[in-house]
């Protein structure tokens, strides 16, 4: 009999956990990323021909950095490794995947989505100048290219990201001009009960706060936003924001890091058909699953913060946990005790990002109030204006039919970093819940593609 075809999409810590117990278990899996290695982006390596150590560029998960990529460097061996590789659409049980302009069609028994989490963006008054970043940019920027994304850098939104990557600026001799948090502190102090569980990863949070304290940067928290001064050029020169205490107060700098936590991505949870569900902790939508990882779709597992953000720890526990489940039900034998534990551990995790939730909250209101005339679709160059009115014009009070008269959504990104913010601003306008907005719709191909074209002889 063949073995079962298994496909792992993500070679992150989800990813990396979930093929080590695949191939543990006697099986080749194929790994497809899109990344030249693995890794992802919270433990992005950097290229081969940079040599500095692991504790300068994983600050406090250096260690847990240095164990995944010396799993995958033993696993490597064991699996159908395919980096640098884009699954763009599927149908049926076949992925479509595109590497360096070559296409491809992989079949799979079992699909296991490892694909991560991206920046969720406010928008802001300026935010579409040159000069102004996602945290994870500002990461690969460090990490991938040893450089900062400018000279002064000012880091703005709210979540334990914006912490660790100012943390690793400073650590990298960057000027960090400040951290400014829409969260207001106290928030943090009533979700305390719940970040006890995990008090080892509290301490650590706490650890990077006061070392950029100790370095000197000032650290705002309960900011709200104002706007992103421009330069003549169009470059960004300036951050203004109403601090705490309702004083309006201006960082000249020539770049910004933004960031509000993460939301994971899910076009091929959506092309794969699966259903999704509304957080209401977090205002945002996710795939339906069981504790376990299966979704409602057969054969379709997801794990890591591509399923529900939990952060990289807790993907490692839920990548092996979803390997497990597609092994059970392809009639593998499973550990009961091994089942059992993760899924303990999972729990503990669930309810410590419960606390991160609360401490470092989505400003919802922030976005459904952004000014008329501030751009919240940049590929497309839509204003909050824009969409308010055809909201009004058109009574599109859902989130596909307002992308179809407006554009919002419809652009490079496919609404990666505007259709959160847009639906509150479609909430807002029509007077409904988000939750009835709905969500924008994946569509393959997930991302642009490269085409060549044949010259006639």
């Known amino acids: 009999m063949a073995e079962p075809r298994i496909v792992v999409v993500g070679a992150g810590p989800a990813g990396v956990r979930c093929a080590e117990t695949l191939a543990a278990a006697g099986l080749r899996p194929v ?17 081969d021909n940079f040599r500095r150590p692991y504790e300068k560029l ?47 069609a992989v079949e799979y028994d079992a699909l296991i989505l490892c694909t991560g989490a991206i920046d969720r963006l406010a928008p802001i008054k300026g ?58 502190v106290g928030r943090r102090i009533a979700a305390l009960p ?47 924001v109403r601090d705490g205490t309702g004083r309006e107060r201006r960082f000249d700098c020539d770049a910004v890091g933004m960031g509000w936590h993460l939301r994971p991505e899910t076009q091929l949870a959506d092309l794969a058909r699966c259903e999704f569900r509304f957080d209401d902790s977090s205002r945002q939508w996710v795939v339906k699953r069981d504790e376990m990882g299966r979704s409602t779709s057969s054969g379709v597992y997801l794990a ?22 597609a092994l059970g039900d392809l009639g593998r034998p499973v550990s009961d005790a091994a089942v059992a534990g993760l899924k303990a551990e ?32 940049r590929c497309e160059t839509i204003t909050a204006g824009e969409l ?37 601003i479609i909430a807002c306008a029509s007077g409904s819940p988000v939750e009835q907005v709905g969500r924008l719709r994946g569509q393959a191909p997930v991302k642009p593609l490269p085409v060549h074209l044949e010259e006639e002889a």
């Open 31 to 47: 790994v497809i990323d899109e990344g030249r290695r693995d890794g992802g982006q919270i433990y992005r390596r950097q290229p």
């Open 58 to 104: 994983y600050g406090t998960e250096a260690a847990r950095a240095r164990a995944l990529h010396e799993t995958f460097d033993v696993l490597r061996e064991q699996v159908d490794y395919r980096p640098e590789t884009l699954v763009w659409s599927m149908g049926g049980k076949t992925l479509h995947t595109v590497r360096e302009g070559r296409h491809a």
């Open 127 to 184: 935010w579409n100048s040159a000069g102004a970043y996602s945290l994870g940019a500002a990461q690969i920027a460090l990490k991938s290219q040893a450089c900062a994304i400018g000279r002064e850098v000012v880091f703005l939104g709210s979540g334990p990201l914006l912490y660790l990557v100012a943390s690793q600026y400073v650590a990298a001799g960057a000027k960090v001009v400040a951290v400014l948090d829409t969260s207001p």
């Open 194 to 240: 719940k970040l006890l569980a995990q008090p080892g990863v509290l301490w650590t949070g706490l650890g990077l706060t006061l070392g950029l304290y100790r370095a000197g940067v000032p650290v705002l928290t309960g900011v709200t936003p104002l706007e992103i001064a421009q330069g003549g050029a169009g470059e960004v020169r300036s951050v203004l």
């Open 304 to 325: 890591g913060d591509g399923a529900y953000v939990l952060g990289a720890r807790a993907a490692e526990a839920s990548g092996r946990l979803a390997a497990l489940a």
């Open 346 to 377: 999972l729990a503990r995790w669930d309810r410590f990002a419960a606390g991160l939730r609360q401490a470092f909250p989505w400003p919802f209101s922030l976005a459904a109030q952004t000014p008329d005339e501030t751009v919240v679709c």
């Open 388 to 424: 308010r009115q055809v909201v009004r014009a058109t009574g599109a009070a859902e989130a596909n039919r307002a992308k179809a008269f407006s554009r919002v959504g419809m652009g490079r990104c496919q609404g990666r970093y505007c259709g959160q913010s847009g639906a509150e």
